[in-house]
């Protein structure tokens, strides 16, 4: 029991890698895709952007997964990349105004538009600079341990 728990806190058991970063990262991944389920499955923003945001769940998983595994590279570079794309994409339509036509029924039946609820955007951009620091970070390590395991020091 010892062992399987020093593992997790400083690697994959016989790597050496950083395993309980890697599953905080594949955490925020999945939740990040259960949230595009969710909120496609409101139905809040049309069948097109349901259609969407249910794609890129499908996407996400994946890269979750193969985070939660084998903290592969390639996989973290898509979510950083994803991530940044999706700050950015949040943070036109917060700056922009582009969501003012877009309303939601809030929990008294009235219509209320996305932009008059700049939290929402923003706690989305939040989530993504998580996910996207989680990656980049847990990059920066895996690439630090395999130089450390090339080059020990005497």
Request: hydrophobic letters at 55%.
């Amino acid at each position: 029991m010892a062992e399987a728990s020093a593992a997790v806190l400083t690697g994959r058991a016989g790597t050496g890698g950083p395993v309980l970063h890697a599953r905080l990262c594949a955490g925020v991944v999945a939740a990040s895709g259960g949230v595009h389920v969710w909120l496609a499955l409101q139905n809040e923003h049309g069948a097109c952007l349901g259609a969407l945001m249910m794609v890129l769940a499908a996407v996400c998983m994946p890269c979750a997964v193969h985070i939660w595994q084998d903290s592969h590279v390639a996989a973290l570079q898509r979510v950083m990349g994803c991530a940044l794309f999706m700050v950015a994409l949040h943070g036109l339509i917060l700056v922009s105004g582009t969501a003012r036509g877009h309303a939601h029924h809030n929990t008294y039946g009235d219509l209320e538009s996305v932009a008059d609820r700049p939290g929402n955007l923003l706690a989305v951009i939040g989530l993504e600079l998580i996910t996207a620091l989680f990656a980049s970070t847990l990059v920066a390590r895996l690439r630090a341990n395999q130089r450390a395991a090339h080059h020990p020091l005497h």
